[in-house]
């Protein structure tokens, strides 16, 4: 069955730039979509469409995609982006079958 | 503004059902697709189904296909998702999530707009 993989963790001091991949077979013909979730809270649309930021998201949130890998970057990462990352997407049968990848741990300290 | 409320945390024995709610506002009910995902407990993010309030045209996981059933009532703005019989197994947090509607692909988009969240316990 189709997978959306993700690092179960990236760590970052303040300041520096933040790098979350997802990895799915479906990525070149499929768009992704990143979601921010903190302890406690619903998640929060940050990205989609692969590289569009949804207004009110700061401007250091970007995302990109090259073959089957998107990427969300958190460029000067502060210690309020302290969360868990989840990429969305769908697989390419004609299904549509939604999944989210299995999601990242951002620690910035 | 767009807002998704959700119905109030439960609590219930295994072998129970339920069915909690998601009320939406800000925007028109019937033109977007309601989602529903579940978290387990320290866990990630699950897609269980979705459903189209404009004509109830409603998908599911083959996860949770046959272990769930999405519903809408579109004169009251409000999705809803129930089980028959719980387990214990189905204690988690569920979000609603609204999709927008790709209408030259019948299908829909990434979720913009989450509900905060039912948290069910299942406990005897």
């Known amino acids: 069955s189709y997978e959306l993989t993700q690092p179960p963790s990236v760590s970052v001091s303040p300041g520096q730039t933040a790098r979350i991949t997802c990895s799915g077979d479906?990525?070149?013909?499929?768009?992704a979509s990143w979601y921010q979730q903190k302890s406690g809270q619903a998640p929060v649309l940050v990205i989609y469409e692969d590289t569009k930021r949804p207004s009110g998201i700061p401007e250091r949130f970007s995302g990109s995609s090259s073959g089957t890998v998107a990427t969300l970057t958190i460029s000067g990462a502060r210690v309020e982006d302290e969360a868990d990352y989840y990429c969305?997407?769908?697989?390419?049968?004609?299904?549509?079958?939604?999944?989210f990848g299995g999601g990242t741990k951002l620690t910035v300290l | 503004e767009v807002q998704l409320v959700q119905s109030g945390a439960e609590v219930k024995k295994p072998g129970e059902s339920l069915k909690i709610s998601c009320k939406g506002s800000g925007h028109s009910f019937t033109s977007y697709w309601i989602g529903w995902v579940r978290q387990m407990p320290g866990k990630g993010l699950e897609w269980m189904g979705i459903i189209y309030p404009g004509d109830s045209d409603t998908r599911y996981s083959p996860s949770f296909q046959g272990q769930v059933t999405i519903s809408a009532d579109k004169s009251i703005s409000t999705a809803y998702l129930q089980w028959s019989s719980l387990k214990a197994s189905d204690t988690a947090i569920y979000y609603c999530a609204r999709h927008p509607r790709d209408v030259l692909a019948g299908t829909f988009f990434h979720p913009d707009y989450w509900g905060q969240g039912t948290l069910v316990t299942v406990s005897s």
């Open positions: 479906a990525l070149p013909k499929k768009y």
């Open positions: 969305y997407s769908t697989d390419s049968s004609d299904n549509h079958s939604v999944l």
